[in-house]
């Protein structure tokens, strides 16, 4: 068998795979295609996510037109997955303060969490909100953020995973005064 | 030849279902093929263009299905550039005027308007079923006539479609007449649904069997469509995050329970895994499951969830489910027959967290495996030639290797002989796609071997024409070959161009074939488009792109390396709706 690779003369025609962008051989062949544009061509089917950004950071091999060989339509379906938090799509809600004249709208897919989302809210409606605890709610404060979820339901904020709170959030309201103390539970 | 009336024959011709047999018996005799012809149902074109529509009509005149694939399957994988071709609209517009009674349409990889949506719904009286697979084109306006006017559909089946959404409500078009929905499939879709619409539609269906909703239905939304519908034998769920506490959640629970005849799941386009222990009851019916759109489940739910599912024999996954993952797949699924490991993160060097560990377990475990696409970071010769013994009855075999000329890690040795023992082993093998890091000697192989294959993926591959050549010569049943980056040149190319009438098609991009060869080719071959794809920023040259072969008179213009090139055999000569960038010699 090893006569037979001479036979194949393979010098001659000798694959030269080189990493894309490095140096070509006389033949050039190598990943040509990767000279020409670095990920897809038709860029106004792709969400863009996927190229040329740092965020990646794909090692050089990993810039090869097609490969690997996943279809668009499953590739772009799982890049705006993971682009999700950043997407543009953001879930606006209405938030009401009991005694405010009017309602306000934010966007709580801006936030990462609720820490961020409670100083948003006190900054927007000048109020603290207190320290939340599991077991007494908001406490050291004459305000407790209530959400009501997809089934109507009047909940406190923070009771649940971020996650979870995102997906069932249809409107905040900021109650004041004693019925807020009972939501707040403690005493 | 004929002992029997036609009309004896045509029954017996009905039993006759399979493409291939139908073709096979026109060709016994002259009123053979005049009874089958005017007796065939349904049409199967797997190139449209090798024919025009009005010849199919003609040939034809009793079809009710039609089902027609446009782009090369590399076009999958951006290699195609986007106004290539492939439209269903002419097809559509001679089916209408020549009144036959279309009642089916399958579509994949085509480019299919709104027009063409409209016009279908509004020419084909009994129309019944729309399938369309990894096509675009269209948007929800389409959808909403298809919906409007359709009013005996049973089957709207959307496979991965590029669907732009207009936010038509199109789903709020079936009119409150229509009851015979069997299947309904929108997971592709990007937009919003009406979703007391939707609970209508499926309310007033009782033959739905498949329903396949999109990521903008929510998990209580589900609730109530599977109260209505515990019929279902196919569901795709869209978004599956709630509250597990919840009253709702309960409910759903509950009504899971009642659905005993699901015998297939995927979808799960947004999925929280404490969510997850609510499909348990129906895992032990299961035999096909896709959780390959399922992001953001780890590899321990999925293990958890894989142990109640006994009688899989279909997993689609994705590659975070690990080896040892696998490894549970093949203690617990041994009735598997087709498994995909999709790449989670394909540009995420190192993440990637299946090798050829996991595809060994399963070749242990699962016997009658018989299907296989598989990405994973390696793979070795040894692996390879351990899961050719375990499983002899691959009828399709794709590995990918992330890294594509990667070699044995073990050896460092080229996977020829691994790919060498699958096609040995394996006779029935129909389809094949390699990948690592290859000689001609797995062409070899191949060619000597795979008796049966009529599909090749070749990318990355071989050192000589010889490769390509030995694949030619020795591969009779071959029909599609699609070759990408590889040195397969001219000498390879002009082989055997008679060989070429043998097949579907032929792609080779990124290799060494030169335009001259190209030429002299579609010279001899007068049968087969040659067509010269070129999309970059190099000018094409004005003479070349005539139509008609023209000589070149630059020096050393034949010599130039064709970038993209897919030949195809067709009766329909070149087609008249090639963009500016490709060029039919």
Redesign the interface.
């Known amino acids: 068998m090893g006569s037979f690779e001479n036979d194949l003369n393979l010098e001659a025609t000798e694959l030269r795979l080189g990493l894309p962008g490095t140096e070509e051989s006389e033949k050039g062949n190598g990943f040509r295609s990767s000279n020409k544009r670095p990920l897809s061509d038709s860029e106004a089917k792709q969400d863009g996510v996927e190229e040329k950004g740092p965020k990646a950071a794909p090692s050089p091999k990993a810039q090869i037109v097609g490969w690997p060989p996943v279809r668009s339509y499953r590739k772009n379906s799982l890049q705006q997955k993971k682009a999700d938090p950043e997407a543009a799509s953001g879930i606006y809600v209405k938030v009401s303060m009991d005694g405010a004249p009017y309602l306000r709208k934010i966007d709580i897919k801006a936030y990462k969490g609720y820490p961020e989302l409670l100083r948003a809210l006190e900054n927007m409606f000048k109020f603290t909100a207190g320290e939340y605890s599991e077991r007494e709610g908001y406490k050291g404060s004459d305000y407790a953020p209530a959400y009501e979820d997809k089934e109507g339901d009047l909940m406190l904020v923070g009771d649940v995973p971020w996650e979870m709170f995102i997906a069932s959030c249809k409107k905040l309201r900021i109650m004041k005064g004693s019925e807020a103390i009972g939501l707040g539970c403690g005493l | 030849m004929n002992y029997f009336p036609d009309e004896v024959i045509e029954q017996v011709f009905d039993y006759v279902t399979s493409h291939q047999d139908r073709n096979s018996i026109s060709l016994v005799c002259k009123s053979w093929y005049r009874i089958e012809r005017l007796s065939r149902q349904r049409v199967f074109i797997g190139n449209c263009y090798s024919i025009s529509p009005d010849k199919v009509i003609e040939r034809f005149p009793a079809i009710r299905s039609l089902s027609l694939k446009g782009k090369p399957h590399?076009a999958?994988?951006?290699?195609v550039?986007?106004d290539w071709g492939g439209h269903v609209y002419p097809w559509i517009v001679a089916m209408a005027k020549s009144k036959v009674n279309l009642e089916e349409i399958r579509l994949k990889r085509m480019v299919v308007s709104d027009e063409s949506l409209e016009l279908i719904s509004s020419s084909f009286a009994n129309f019944t079923s729309l399938v369309l697979v990894?096509c675009?084109g269209f948007t929800t306006n389409g959808l909403k006539a298809v919906a409007a006017n359709c009013s005996l559909l049973r089957e709207l089946d959307l496979q991965?479609?590029?669907v732009e959404d207009h936010r038509s409500q199109w789903l709020n078009h079936f009119p409150e007449s229509s009851t015979s929905l069997v299947t309904l499939n929108f997971s592709?879709l990007k937009g919003e649904i009406n979703l007391a619409a939707l609970e209508r539609l499926v309310a007033r269906s009782p033959n739905l069997k498949t329903l396949r909703v999109n990521r903008a239905v929510?998990l209580?939304s589900l609730q109530k469509i599977l109260s209505w519908a515990p019929q279902l034998m196919d569901l795709g769920v869209g978004?599956f995050?709630?509250?597990p506490d919840?009253?709702?959640f309960y409910k759903l629970k509950n009504t899971i329970v009642q659905c005993k005849s699901i015998t297939s799941l995927s979808g799960f386009?947004?999925v929280?895994p404490y969510c997850l222990p609510a499909i348990y009851p129906v895992c032990s019916n299961l035999t096909s499951l896709n959780l390959?759109?399922a992001?953001?489940i780890p590899a321990s739910e999925l293990i958890k969830l894989i142990r109640h599912c006994k009688r899989l024999q279909r997993l689609w996954i994705l590659d975070c489910i690990g080896d040892k993952g696998l490894e549970v797949v093949a203690s617990n699924c041994k009735d598997l027959q087709e498994l995909r490991v999709?790449?989670?993160d394909?540009?995420?060097?190192g993440n990637t967290v299946v090798t050829e560990e996991g595809l060994v377990a399963i070749s242990f475990g699962c016997k009658k495996l018989n299907s296989l696409l598989y990405?994973c970071h390696q793979m070795t010769n040894a692996a390879l030639i351990t899961v050719a013994n375990n499983c002899p009855n691959f009828v399709r075999f794709r590995l990918?290797i992330?890294?594509?000329?990667k070699a044995d890690p073990l050896t460092q040795q080229p996977l020829d002989e691994g790919f060498g023992a699958i096609v040995q082993s394996c006779k029935g093998l129909k389809r094949l796609?390699l990948s690592g890091l290859l000689?001609?000697m797995v062409f070899l192989y191949i060619g000597m071997y795979a008796e049966q294959l009529e599909m090749l993926?070749v990318?990355?591959a071989?050192?000589?024409?010889?490769g390509m050549i030995y694949v030619l010569n020795g591969c009779k049943k071959l029909r599609k070959l699609e070759v990408?980056?590889?040195?397969f040149?001219d000498a390879a190319l002009l082989a055997d161009p008679g060989k070429y009438e043998t097949m579907r098609s032929l792609w080779m991009?990124?290799c060494?074939v030169t335009l001259g060869a190209c030429k002299a080719l579609a010279r001899k071959m007068p049968m087969l488009n040659v067509e010269i794809i070129d999309?970059?920023?190099l000018t094409v040259d004005e003479a070349l792109c005539g139509g008609a072969p023209v000589a070149v008179t630059a020096d050393g213009d034949d010599k130039q390396k064709v970038?993209k090139m897919y030949l195809y055999r067709t009766l329909a000569g070149p087609r008249n709706d090639a963009p500016e960038f490709v060029c039919t010699l």
């Open positions: 590399f999958d994988f951006n290699l550039p986007y990894s675009e991965e479609n590029e592709c929510t209580d978004s995050i709630h509250d919840s009253e709702t386009l947004e929280a390959s759109y992001l953001g999709f790449p989670s394909p540009f995420g060097a990405f990918c992330l890294d594509p000329t796609s000689t001609d993926s990318a990355f071989g050192k000589s024409d010889k990408r980056d590889s040195p040149g991009s990124s060494e999309d970059s920023e970038e």
